[in-house]
């Protein structure tokens, strides 16, 4: 059925193409909607835990799936569901603010070994995310495999904007986000080169703070490594089916 809708949306006269992408996207999701996986009774997994479990398993989700209705309906906001406490279960790998100002706060992680690497790391996460998505938990904590290595570790911690940051822009994270982190690494750890990291739009700063050092002959990075994070917004993927300029001019508008 995909394949056919595929062709059906391929080479229409007149339909122009983003136009003839958009509708393959809704086609397919609609068909992922219906796909027998979707389905207990046609999902060979379900059917086996179904059997294993004696219908334990079905129970279970009736019962999740009426907590959801109910915190939906009532705006109410549940309990911290089990192993997901703050500085507990969640970014429990003690640190220092070394560092603030009114767009972030400069995280430092102290190495946990006797010998230290020469150069740290320093973390730059999205603006969306919480700083600690790098330090969920003892067993997936890339914080703490970089500290029981020797490394120091820096992460930068967003600030959560609100009306008084309405006219910042790109350029503004740039020099008082990633390029004030350097900074302020240079001046704890000077004449040490940097190993950055981004992540998503956090990525996306720091290609741009990267290409403007080369520019600028600023040679305080040793490397970049990018993680789910765009440099190039031409080839945007499927978020162009829906982001055009009209768009983008509403998004202003309402700004």
Known sequence: MQNWWDYATD?????????A??????????????????FPVTNNEILAATAREGGRNLIEVAVHLAQDFIQTATERRGPPPKGCRPSKELACKPGKVVFHNYLFELIQYAPSTDQVQAEPILIVPAWIMKYYIPDLSPQNSMVM???????AVFMISWTNPSAEQAGLWLENYRKRGGMAALNAIAAIQPDRLVHALGYCLGGTILATAAATMA????ERLASITLMAAQVDFVEAGERLLFLDESQVASIEDMM
């Open 11 to 19: 080479t229409l006269r007149g339909l122009e193409q983003q136009h």
């Open 215 to 218: 520019r600028d002959g600023d």
């Open 21 to 38: 992408d958009r509708t393959r996207y809704m086609a397919r999701q609609a068909l992922d909607l219906i796909s027998p996986s979707n």
């Open 145 to 151: 495999y970089s500290v029981d290595r020797g490394f």
